[in-house]
């Protein structure tokens, strides 16, 4: 499975911006579909994630009430939409994907960047 990520960019604290992450494949019968990010120096982590076929969803603390992750079944492809970004939502974004079974995620993005000026 190939995943590819953009929408990215450089904006100003409060402004929005939408990601995608399309996926070459469905392979999973279920499968999850996740956005991370990662500082440099710092590990990664998970802020949002989505059941394909529910559409269930669970949100880091510090993102709640201002992302959303959606999905286009028809499309294969997982969206965040980041409203009131902060300074502190700069990193590079990945989208990864697993079964809904396994413990880890298995495909990832190359990432895209996000820089949040104050």
């Known amino acids: 499975v190939q995943l590819q990520a953009y929408g990215g960019g450089l904006v100003q604290a409060g402004a929005c911006l939408r990601l995608?992450?399309?996926?070459?494949?469905?392979?999973?019968?279920?499968?999850?579909m996740a956005w991370a990010r990662q500082v440099l120096g710092k590990e990664r982590e998970e802020v949002a994630t989505?059941?394909?076929?529910?559409?269930?969803?669970y949100y880091k603390d510090s993102v709640k009430g201002r992302f959303t992750i959606s999905r286009d079944k028809a499309k294969n492809t997982v969206y965040l939409q980041m409203n009131s970004l902060k300074p502190e939502d700069t990193a590079i974004y990945y989208c990864?994907?697993?079964?809904?079974?396994?413990?880890?995620?298995?495909?990832w993005g190359q990432g895209t960047q996000v820089t949040v000026s104050s």
């Open positions: 990864a994907t697993k079964s809904s079974e396994a413990a880890q995620y298995t495909y």
């Open positions: 995608s992450c399309a996926a070459s494949e469905r392979t999973f019968t279920n499968w999850n």
């Open positions: 989505i059941t394909w076929n529910w559409g269930a969803t």
